[in-house]
């Protein structure tokens, strides 16, 4: 059986192990007791110390609505609207949000990302430009689309490309890069003849395989700023900023001056706020004017992952719409996800606590996945709930019978619904099927990513059993520190990261001026420290300045900008004789590991 899916364990690890990788790339001590350390530190059974998380939580099946097939066939929509989509099927949120808006609605889309938030204000707005098409309405802009980064709208006009080949639904994308007029288009464009559709796409694919830059362009896309003042697209793909360049430059002026204007969404609409978010509603109200329109002739969408209020909760959504917008707060509708309802057995196992190393088996899980290992599974499965996986030709779907009644992922499932960090998720886990712990240790760590990993490889009709979401915070290796050992070699010399710092001093009874910032040399790996010392300088190429203490010369460190930067090392890699250095080009001083100050002789 051959699985096509990603399992989010194995995928989150990879990227945790490349970014790891990288850092190390980009900190390469060549020191082999300081490099081993670094490794070691950024690499611990269950993630490292520059990674925070992971936070879990668990997706769910949306539920499913009508098909855009059987719409079409009952009269609800035009009969060519499902041909312009790969996904016919919409899910119940999708369904909603195009009966609120084919009846004048305007909506707040508020669902998660990989939602198809998209597809939700996008159907019913081609639905209406088919319409127009047949019923030969002149040429004129119908549906602003509005996105916060130009990727994003990018991203779209690409969608919009394969999507609109053919159907003679015109669209274009204003931003800061559109060529002003044909003689700007870039050779990687290639233009699609007119009446060529989606089927002749392929052909075109074919023939520039070689060229990955190749740009297919269907006759519908207005490529240039000049093609769309001389021919308004149905679609306008911008950002706010050259929306409001297009409305106060003349020429463009044509685009807007009593358009047919129907819909204006916004992408992510919960950025828009403050001072910024008042001007683009300004803005708004501008552009229904230019266009003719009264406040609520014009549909206005906005789409947010989430808009909350913990006092005013859902009517938070419509009163942000209602200002933003400029619209009439009784015909704004808030379209949120629905879920299917998943069944479970009323009969439920409870789990015993494995008795291996379920951090080892999580490794062993993965790699069981990865080869597609019906036995290996078969093994794991066993070592992890201490019951018999039955042998079928069919392991995932097995496994998902299996899993789905035990009580653990039962409880998963019930409790995963906001992301938590591990330990806070494994605590109500455990406490939900009454083992009760209070400090989470690995092995229950382990236990549960086993099973999420199950969970996720785990599937019947298609559907995994458990959809685990792992989100994580990253950060880089600047700022590690080292702490320095004895003469005699009791006490290592240590690297750390700055965040160790208090552990350090408290553990070493050292002083934070002790533990100075690690820098390297990013081409040969040799390893430099870094301190701001009182009245240091160097006078003919020797340390100079400083204290007189007895015999000796001292310098104190202080904060930065309170002395002079001083850099040094406690050994040079890669030298093996040290008198091949000349002496001019070295200078000794002793570092004390207790307090960080620099003395010109030892033994003070």
């Known amino acids: 059986m051959a699985l096509e899916y990603i399992n989010p364990v194995r995928f989150a690890q990879q990227v945790n192990e490349q970014f790891i990788n990288y850092q190390l790339t980009a900190f390469p001590l060549s020191d082999p007791d300081l490099g081993d350390q670094a490794r070691a530190m950024l690499r611990t059974k269950l993630g490292s110390p520059l990674i925070k998380g992971p936070y879990v939580s668990l997706s769910r099946s949306f539920r499913l609505g009508r098909n855009l097939n059987d719409m079409a066939k009952a009269g609800l929509v035009h009969p060519a609207l499902p041909g312009l989509t790969d996904y016919p099927g919409l899910f119940a949120h999708q369904d909603r949000a195009f009966e609120e808006i084919a009846q004048g609605h305007h909506c ?13 204000f996008l159907y019913p707005i081609l639905n209406h430009c088919l319409e127009l098409r047949d019923a030969g309405e002149p040429e004129g802009l119908v549906a602003i689309l509005v996105y916060p980064m130009n990727a994003l709208a990018y991203d779209q006009l690409n969608r919009l490309r394969k999507m609109l080949a053919g159907s003679q639904i015109s669209f274009g994308m204003y931003t800061g890069t559109t060529p002003s007029n044909e003689g700007e288009v870039g050779g990687d464009v290639v233009r699609m003849k007119p009446g060529e559709g989606k089927a002749d796409i392929p052909k075109y694919e074919q023939k520039y395989k070689s060229h990955p830059g190749i740009v297919i362009s269907p006759s519908e896309e207005r490529l240039t700023e000049q093609q769309m003042a001389a021919h308004p697209p149905r679609i306008l793909l911008t950002n706010v900023n050259q929306l409001e360049y297009l409305i106060t430059r003349g020429k463009d002026l044509g685009m807007f001056i009593n358009a047919p204007l129907k819909f ?39 789409t947010s992952a989430t808009i909350t209020d913990p006092e005013l909760g859902e009517e938070a959504g419509k009163r942000f719409a209602q200002r933003f917008f400029g619209v009439n707060p009784d015909k704004i509708a808030l379209v949120k996800e629905e879920y299917e309802k998943e069944q479970f057995p009323g009969s439920r196992y409870s789990p015993p606590v494995p008795s291996t190393d379920t951090v080892v088996l999580l490794d062993e899980i993965l790699k069981a996945l990865d080869d597609n290992d019906a036995t290996g599974v078969a093994k794991a499965y066993n070592q992890l709930t201490g019951k018999t ?20 992922i039962y409880q998963l499932f019930h409790h995963l619904d906001r992301a938590n960090a591990l330990d806070e998720s ?22 549960l990513l086993c099973y999420l990993v199950m969970g996720a490889a785990a599937e019947k009709n298609g559907n995994p059993l458990l959809r685990p979401k792992l989100h994580y915070f990253v950060r880089g290796l600047e700022g590690a520190v080292a702490s320095f050992g004895d003469k005699d070699g009791a006490e290592p010399d240590r690297v750390m990261l700055s965040m160790s710092l208090n552990q350090a ?19 040969c790996g040799q390893h430099y420290f870094e301190g701001y010392y009182r009245n240091f300088r160097i006078d003919r190429k020797k340390p100079a300045g ?15 900008g309170a002395g002079n930067r001083v850099v040094f090392t406690n050994r040079l890699v890669g030298i093996e004789d040290e008198g091949d250095i000349k002496e001019f080009e070295k200078s000794q001083l002793f570092f004390c590991r207790w307090c960080g100050t620099l003395h010109q002789h030892s033994g003070s």
């Open 426 to 447: 494994v605590q109500k886990i455990c406490n939900a099927i009454g083992r009760g712990i209070i400090q989470p240790t690995n092995a229950h760590k382990g236990e």
């Open 546 to 560: 400083g204290d007189a203490e007895g015999d000796n010369v001292i310098w104190e460190p202080v904060d930065e």
């Open 264 to 302: 204006i969404v916004f992408d992510e609409a919960h950025t828009y706020s403050g001072a910024s978010g008042a001007e683009v509603a300004c803005l708004i109200r501008r552009i229904k004017a230019f266009c003719g329109k009264d406040a609520d002739e014009v549909i206005c969408v906005g």
């Open 389 to 408: 996986l039955p042998p079928s030709s069919n392991w995932s779907e097995t496994l998902y019978d299996q899993l789905k009644s035990s009580d653990y």
């Open 505 to 523: 001093m408290e553990r070493y009874g050292v002083d934070a001026k002790a533990c100075p910032p690690v820098l390297v040399c990013r081409t």
């Open 108 to 120: 707040l889309i508020t669902t998660g990302t990989g939602s198809g938030k998209t597809e939700a």
